[in-house]
């Protein structure tokens, strides 16, 4: 089937505005994990989603930032009063089981704070 | 604090000239260490999972090797299409998350 899905490919908003990115899994996958990737830095992990379990948010970088996953499917990762340190791509990948699984990820949504 | 450092930082090599990518990891008990391949706008592609040291994993031109400090990514008679950057991952027994290294950029001109 399809990959990972991530919407909007591409956004531009204005400092202090939220934002919202949207991230449709792999069908069946129970394990979906956010990254963040900085031009020229690794990836940088925000928050991980287990199945029903509560979601690992150790890598959120501040209280601006949150996510949600609906129906153990799609993910909405949230920024509020959007700074200019945030931009950034914004990955989401999926895995059948989180353990010893590799990631599926999606081409990601690259955020630029003017 | 697991790290994960990822060296040279870029390479450059002429199809055909074989090389190696380096993976240096610290991390209080490996679950599992991955090489995943990037090419520009697009995410980062599987390539390899390796568990223990010793192990060694192999897919066209590319090998994998693991030790108990680092990993190496071979690459044996580049072609043009293998330019890309090379991440990679570690997965430690008492964490969620995948702990990415900084990635080799590498340029294989013909």
């Known amino acids: 089937g399809a990959g990972v899905s991530q919407s909007p490919s591409n956004k531009v908003t204005e400092k202090g505005k939220d934002v919202e990115l949207r991230c449709d899994p792999i069908?069946?996958?129970?394990?979906l994990y956010w990254y963040r990737q900085s031009l020229g830095q690794g990836l940088e992990f925000l928050i991980y989603?287990?199945?029903?379990?509560?979601?690992?948010k150790s890598g959120l970088p501040s209280d601006r930032f949150s996510a949600e996953r609906t129906g153990g499917s799609v993910s909405t990762l949230t920024i509020q009063r959007t700074q200019q340190e945030d931009s950034a791509v914004y990955l989401c990948?999926?895995?059948?089981?989180?353990?010893?699984?590799?990631?599926?990820f999606g081409n990601g949504t690259r955020l630029t704070v003017t | 604090e697991d790290q994960v450092t990822q060296s040279p930082e870029a390479l450059r090599l002429q199809e055909g000239e074989s090389s190696s990518l380096n993976c240096s990891y610290t991390?209080?008990?490996?679950?599992?260490l991955f090489w995943y391949r990037q090419d520009p706008g697009k995410g980062p592609e599987f390539l390899f999972t390796?568990?223990?040291a010793g192990e060694e994993k192999e897919k066209e031109r590319l090998k994998a090797t693991l030790t108990k400090k680092e990993s190496f990514l071979h690459i044996t008679a580049p072609k043009p299409e293998d330019s890309a950057t090379y991440l990679c991952?570690?997965?430690?027994?008492?964490?969620?998350?995948?702990?990415f290294g900084a990635g080799t950029r590498l340029t294989v001109k013909p």
């Open positions: 989603f287990q199945g029903n379990s509560a979601p690992d």
């Open positions: 990948a999926s895995s059948p089981t989180g353990d010893f699984s590799p990631l599926h």
């Open positions: 991390v209080s008990g490996l679950r599992g």
């Open positions: 390796l568990y223990s």
């Open positions: 991952a570690v997965q430690a027994n008492n964490n969620n998350d995948m702990r």
């Open positions: 069908s069946g996958h129970t394990a």
